[in-house]
């Protein structure tokens, strides 16, 4: 002790603190275990401790009870064995997982997944697509298996914004996944069985039926530049020159009897054209690991980096190194007739396979994809809102429907009494869905005096083009959006009120329709302070037929700050945590309740109101239109 610590190893000297020094160490030691204890416990690892054991997953978008690509079927767990294109594997799972396409489970689902291949390329530049509302409690999972361009929508940021979790055959998504995969059957050993060149009778063979998607019109072209100088042998609906040897088996009848199939019809060939649909990175399908299987020598046109999918850097040829079609067809030609130099591509046959290849297998989409989506969902779930089915054994398994309050215009509306939280000053953001049956002065969100500038008063006014256009009074006078929405047509409206800064230039008042900026105004005093009731609907201090609400509102969010513009943008589909910053209420129309007396604030302060003249419409979806 007197080598390590010479000063402290001398003998105890009587303290010369008094009680109250004392007692002032003792609580700055006791804070700095407690801020240790809170600092652990803040950067410790997600789902080290409190992770979740039981993760639902709702599928929102597909057409059918299972998905194509994954297999997530409906309302089965994934803890069981199960065959996917003839090969069997264990599902097993180290939590709970399971997969619903039932919408009606979407108040008690911990995740939802949409997979944007089942949305058109194009239409959705067009027309909006429609998305259900996000609990705090729920993650959005973006499923993405498709070549690039059939799901362009993925790259929109008001597409990217709302998805907390990408599932993709991108290496850095947040579940990355393969299509290196046992495509019919066999194991990855099958890969290294020995090539007989004497047995390749063959020149080149290409199996396309996609003629048009994606990159295909290229890739039919360059093919056929090939033809003239090697004999290829086209099979599928593209450049078809051959008939499939058993033309009682349609191919595509079975997806793993076609990949098979395909490898047997592959062993014959010199050369296999795998040709990807698309030129993207990372894009690697199950073509040239039927080729690989089949003993052929991939020619190969796709992804730039191949070689991190396969066995060698020399297990392919790559297209990319030729200058044109007609030079990778001689040189295919040549090769065709030089067996050393043709054998030498598969070299890689008498090692062992890398860490590298098989970890590509390992993540193949069929395998364990679902278990390691569950998996993600479950570590991003630590430190949020807990779904109320964790730790309320009676929540229903098929939840009410959504709805929203539909007035017709004759003085419907919802009424809250006055508080000093709905007193607003000098910042807050107002925001709702607003699907308009006509236009008119209608109010939206008021708490101000008719005729009046006392409070603040959010509405729609008719405008040109036969559309409405919403408007800001408070302080100083009325601002007015310059973007319409139209009418029957579902909008997200928001106003952002900032006008507390001490420089003019950083004040402002900002109208945002469907989560964009569309306009932006100075502003100089703070909103004035009433004792009005809030009203939705109409004006708040009149009893009258005029100035109310024709349409159908849904989901009133308030602010007592100013929130950005990502911020407004991501509120489109999101009911708020109670506990978030600024939040003085939200109100979602959607409690069960035959006489529609009344509605809930689900924020903080509870600013329940009373409904007069107005009812409950299902209203599930809105619309993200990535359009207007």
Request: charged fraction near 20%; glycine fraction near 6%; proline fraction near 6%.
């Amino acid at each position: 002790e007197q080598r390590l610590f010479p000063s402290y190893a001398t003998a105890a000297q009587p303290s010369t603190m008094n009680k109250t020094q004392q007692l002032f160490l003792g609580a700055i030691f006791l804070f700095a275990i407690m801020s240790m204890v809170m600092v652990y416990r803040l950067v410790k690892y997600p789902g080290q401790d409190e992770q979740m054991q039981d993760v639902l997953v709702l599928v929102w978008n597909t057409p059918s009870h299972t998905n194509d690509w994954a297999s997530f079927t409906e309302g089965r767990s994934i803890d069981d064995k199960t065959s996917i294109l003839g090969h069997d594997y264990d599902r097993s799972c180290p939590i709970k997982c399971s997969y619903v396409n039932n919408k009606d489970m979407i108040d008690v689902a911990d995740a939802v997944m949409f997979d944007p291949s089942y949305w058109d390329p194009e239409e959705w530049r067009r027309d909006p697509v429609y998305l259900p509302y996000k609990h705090p409690y729920q993650k959005w999972i973006s499923f993405e298996h498709s070549a690039p361009s059939i799901i362009p929508i993925i790259y929109h940021m008001g597409y990217q914004r709302h998805i907390d979790i990408v599932a993709s055959y991108k290496n850095n998504s947040d579940v990355p996944f393969t299509f290196m995969c046992h495509w019919g059957g066999g194991t990855v050993e099958d890969f290294r069985e020995p090539v007989d060149f004497d047995e390749k009778k063959k020149d080149a063979v290409w199996v396309s039926s996609n003629c048009m998607y994606a990159s295909a019109a290229i890739r039919s072209s360059y093919v056929k530049r090939m033809m003239p100088t090697l004999d290829v042998h086209a099979y599928g609906k593209c450049l078809n020159n051959q008939k499939y040897p058993n033309q009682a088996e349609k191919p595509l009848d079975h997806f793993g009897k076609a990949m098979r199939d395909n490898v047997e019809l592959f062993r014959d060939y010199k050369f296999v054209l795998a040709f990807e649909y698309e030129n993207a990175t990372d894009y690697v399908t199950e073509t040239i690991v039927n080729a690989l299987r089949a003993g052929s020598l991939p020619v190969y046109m796709g992804a730039q980096n191949i070689e991190a999918f396969l066995p060698s850097k020399d297990a392919v040829i790559n297209a990319a190194n030729f200058a044109s079609p007609e030079d990778l067809a001689a040189h295919l030609k040549q090769l065709a007739s030089n067996e050393d130099k043709y054998m030498a591509h598969f070299k890689w046959k008498k090692s062992s396979l890398s860490k590298k290849f098989l970890k590509n297998f390992e993540r193949c989409v069929f395998y364990g994809t679902e278990c390691r989506i569950c998996m993600a969902v479950a570590r991003q779930h630590y430190g949020t809102p807990t779904n109320p089915r964790h730790t309320t054994p009676d929540v229903p398994a098929a939840p009410q429907a959504s709805y929203a309050l539909e007035l017709e215009g004759h003085g419907g509306h919802v009424l809250i009494q006055d508080h000093h939280s709905l007193r607003l000053s000098y910042e807050y953001t107002l925001a709702t869905w607003i699907r308009p049956r006509s236009f008119g002065d209608q109010r939206i969100i008021d708490k101000n005096h008719a005729g009046k500038v006392t409070g603040y008063n959010f509405d729609i006014q008719a405008g040109p083009h036969n559309k409405g256009y919403v408007r800001l009074c408070a302080a100083d006078g009325c601002v007015m959006a310059k973007r319409g929405v139209y009418a029957n047509e579902w909008a997200h409206v928001s106003v952002v009120y900032n006008c507390g800064m001490p420089s003019i230039f950083d004040n402002y008042i900002r109208f945002y329709i469907n989560g964009e900026l569309d306009s932006n105004y100075f502003c100089f005093n703070p909103t004035q302070s009433t004792s009005l009731p809030l009203a939705f609907g109409r004006p708040a201090d009149v009893k009258a037929t005029e100035g109310t609400f024709h349409g159908t509102i849904d989901s009133v969010w308030i602010f007592s700050r100013a929130l950005e513009q990502e911020e407004v943008a991501n509120l489109m589909f999101r009911i708020p945590n109670p506990r978030e910053n600024g939040l003085v209420g939200y109100w979602g129309f959607d409690e069960e309740d035959e006489d529609n007396s009344y509605v809930l604030d689900l924020g903080p302060n509870e600013h329940h109101g009373k409904i007069t003249d107005g009812k409950r419409v299902p209203s599930r979806e809105k619309p993200l239109s990535l359009n207007k």
